[in-house]
């Protein structure tokens, strides 16, 4: 990954984002606004205030600069970075992008500036070039380099290995095992957390907890179709036809299932190990798909939910997604 390189700031070799047309236009009126005084303070964007008027999207290019009589710059909110279709926010709310950035964990407010310079830094589908802009984190889309960075301090996405036995749910009414004991610091602590599905008690693996309902939602939506990836132990010795079977579709009682994938990793003893790929979230889908071919399962894995993998995390613990994968997960829910 090129992360460390956008972290630190350095100058990226990659194109920068899309916007040039946006970017001639913002340093037109930037031009305009400084010759009319306002040199310092930005477009407040990224808060959805019913009513709020939205301005057009710039489309001239560079002109020269028109002096003009309109009122002074305090009043008028026009900056370096003209925000398109924003509504503005009040004078002085908001928080300006470079903190915001450097709070997200993109890179120190310095670097955070140079990546506003280079063009890398989006909001709201606009690349902001102006320094001083300020946004309002609950509401502002903010990408860098194309990749959505949840600015939202108070979200968090967790990895859980859940280990064979424990409940996918924050409470049992029958005391048994469940994952909100894991989580259950974090919850006392005042975080709303929900997972995201479940995994049979049986299952192990990898399952996301979460307060981030829109992200929960979408991944749990059969129309996102976010790939999940599975390893079973089976009974008997898997051959290549069991593969062709599933790829093409089995019928289930409540309907036919296809795999996107399916691999055999291991042929023991009686016993095989097969990679499984699919988007289908039914209850006891894998475990029904290979009873259906004649392999019941007898271990069964969850490693990987879209971009997420579950790597060599331990059983019954708790990690925190990096900012990539957090991106690369909004990205697959298309967010
Ligand atoms: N399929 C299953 O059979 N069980 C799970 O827990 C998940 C998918």
């Known amino acids: 990954m090129s992360t460390p390189a956008r972290r630190d700031g350095t100058p990226d070799r990659r194109k920068p984002a899309r916007g040039g047309s946006v970017d001639r236009a913002v340093r037109a009126r930037a031009a305009q606004s400084a010759e009319r005084g306002n040199t310092s303070r930005g477009v407040r964007i990224g808060k959805k205030s019913p009513g709020a008027q939205k301005a057009t999207p710039p489309r001239q290019v560079a002109q020269p600069p028109v002096v003009s009589n309109a009122k002074p710059a305090r009043r008028q909110n026009v900056a370096s970075a003209e925000s398109g279709n924003h509504p503005k926010l009040p ?44 946004i309002d984190p609950r509401h502002a889309v903010v990408r ?34 469940c994952v909100g004991d894991i989580v259950a610091e974090r919850v006392a602590a005042g975080q709303r957390l929900f997972h995201v599905g479940r995994l049979d008690a049986d299952t192990e693996g990898l399952l996301l907890l979460t307060n981030d309902g829109e992200v929960a939602h979408r991944l749990t939506h059969p129309s996102y179709e976010v790939a999940k990836t599975y390893l079973a132990t089976v009974r008997g010795v898997v051959d ?11 019928e289930l009682d ?15 003893e009686g016993r095989s190990l097969v990679k499984i790929v699919l988007h289908e979230g039914r209850k006891h889908i894998v475990r029904r798909l290979l009873s259906a071919v004649g392999h019941p399962v007898v271990r069964l894995v969850r490693t990987d939910i879209g971009p997420v993998a579950l790597g060599n995390q331990r059983p019954g613990t708790l990690r925190v997604l990096g900012r990539d994968e957090v991106g690369k997960l909004y990205e697959a829910v298309s967010l």
């Open 254 to 268: 409540d309907g036919p299932a296809v795999v996107d994938r399916f691999q055999v990793l291991e042929l023991g």
């Open 144 to 177: 860098v380099d194309g990749t959505r960075v949840v600015v939202r301090e108070e979200l968090v996405h967790l990895a859980l290995n859940k280990p064979k036995g424990w409940q996918s749910t924050m409470s049992d009414d029958l005391g048994r095992p």
């Open 240 to 250: 290549r036809a069991v593969g062709k079977r599933l790829r093409e579709g089995v």
């Open 91 to 134: 004078w002085g709310e908001g928080e300006r992008l470079q903190k915001v950035l450097a709070r997200a964990g993109v890179a120190s407010r310095r670097a955070a500036e140079e990546l506003i310079a280079q063009g890398r830094v989006e909001v709201d589908g606009l690349v902001v070039r102006g320094q001083g802009l300020r």
